[in-house]
């Protein structure tokens, strides 16, 4: 079994005599990291940085996908990790699934902020059942049919649906922005 943060974090102290206070920069037990695990995403957000940095300006998208060595070392040091990408979304990297498992598997608390809608609803099925524990939330701005004048390429009413679909197989509900959605339609109370 992997060494947990708090053994690191006591192996430090104890190898260097020294005290690592709870919640300072190096005690990293309640910490949460964002990853941006690719450089892929097909929207086209008007106000992204990918859009104002690369793409209005004629250049290729640079980087790479996150590796799975790369993912479990992260992982070695922070219990909660958000993929909330600034450059990417991360329904769109090719082994998001078994980035999911792996962090269910070492009990990693997991965020996913999503707005693509452009994979098969079997996909994110796929991906919710990797992690039922993952809190997904999703971006839809303004009503669904709406949210495509912010979100370029976004079908905002099949990211509702997917949305819709995820309480089937999520353990957690959709956030605060979804709820008010939900609420605004009448589909919750």
């Given at each position: ?8 974090i006591e192996g430090t102290e104890e190898a260097h005599g020294i005290k690592i206070q709870e919640n300072s ?78 962090a269910k598997d070492r009990g990693t608390k997991v965020e996913v902020h999503l707005a693509s809608s452009l ?55 959709p956030g605060s922005l979804e709820e008010a959605v939900l609420k605004s339609r009448g589909l919750i109370k």
């Open positions: 079994m992997a060494e947990t943060n708090r053994q690191k920069f190096f005690d990293r037990r309640h910490k949460r990291l964002n990853i941006d695990l690719s450089h892929r995403c097909p929207l086209e957000c008007l106000r992204c940085g990918r859009q104002r940095s690369f793409t209005n300006k004629g250049l290729k998208v640079p980087g790479r996908d996150l590796t799975i060595e790369e993912y479990n070392k992260i992982l070695d040091w922070f219990p909660r990790i958000s993929f909330c990408g600034q450059y990417s979304d991360p329904i769109h990297h090719p082994k998001i699934k078994e980035l999911l498992t792996i994979k098969p609803m079997k996909h994110y099925i796929e991906a919710f059942k990797a992690n039922p524990k993952a809190n997904w939330i999703f971006g839809i701005d303004g009503m669904p049919e709406e949210s495509k004048q912010y979100r370029v390429n976004q079908d905002g009413e099949k990211l509702f649906k997917i949305m819709l679909e995820s309480k089937k197989y999520l353990k957690t509900k």
